[in-house]
């Protein structure tokens, strides 16, 4: 398994709270057995969530069954490539934390559009 991020180094954590990555690793890593890649670290906006939600994908009501407590703005989460590249093509990308982005997220975005929109880690 490759723990590399955008920048070529270690993978950075993305969130431990609220508990984020397909495998609820805290990480955005890619084991090839997510079929969303949801590999880009962002620190999630109003904006973001609401196109998130416009897209069919609710990440702001909690879902208690799967321990989903829903996302505030400001919290940090492993969201989908695509979606990411769709928000950045909308005008409402989010911001990414570049160390905690997996390296696999360059299949489907610029490394110049991810700069952009970088954060460093709180």
């Known amino acids: ?14 969130s431990d709270e609220p508990l984020t990555g397909y495998h609820r690793t805290g990480c955005c890593e890619n084991r090839g057995d997510d079929p969303g890649f949801h590999i880009v670290c962002c620190r999630v906006t109003v904006e ?11 990440l702001v009501t909690p879902v208690p069954e799967f321990g ?31 160390g905690a982005t997996h390296v696999s997220a360059l299949e489907f975005v610029d490394l110049d559009d991810l700069r952009t929109h970088a954060v460093s880690l709180p």
């Open 68 to 98: 989903f407590e829903g996302l505030r703005p400001g919290d940090q989460w492993c969201v989908c490539a695509a979606r990411w590249a769709e928000a950045l093509e909308a005008g409402v990308a989010c911001p990414v934390v570049l």
């Open 48 to 58: 973001f969530l609401d196109f998130s939600v416009s897209r069919g994908n609710d």
């Open 1 to 14: 398994m490759q723990r590399r991020n955008v920048l070529g180094t270690e993978l950075q954590t993305c």
